[in-house]
């Protein structure tokens, strides 16, 4: 499932979308008013989206509306747990070997 999310988060337009999804649910139209791209186009980011478990869509009467699944997304914060807590030692190394050099 890794490999499809970020698959789809590897496009630019994609993690638009999800930015916009991430403050409230959007009709396919209005996701389309934000983009210089044809519906068609805005669609086919939409699947790929949801294919990758990124979104859910649901009818509203004649909408279809867009909603984020952060689920998914805190499958991704749990991969990169790892690499974050490697990051911070490292960091935190730095930060103390450039305070030695600052003393001297």
């Not at 999804?21 to 669609?43: K, M, N």
């Not at 990051?87 to 600052?102: E, F, I, P, S, T």
């Amino acid at each position: 499932m890794l490999d499809a999310t970020f698959a789809a988060l590897s496009d630019p337009t994609r993690r638009t979308i999800l930015d916009l999804l991430a403050d409230r649910e959007h009709s396919v139209g209005e996701l389309v008013d934000h983009f210089p791209i044809t519906q068609s186009a805005v669609s086919r980011h939409l699947n790929v989206l949801e294919q990758a478990a990124l979104i859910e869509r649901r009818r509203d009467g004649q909408r279809r509306l867009c909603a984020l699944r952060a689920e998914t997304l805190a499958e991704i914060d749990h991969w990169m747990e790892r690499y974050r807590r490697m990051w911070a030692g490292k960091l935190q190394r730095l930060d103390k070997a450039v305070q030695r050099r600052k003393k001297r």
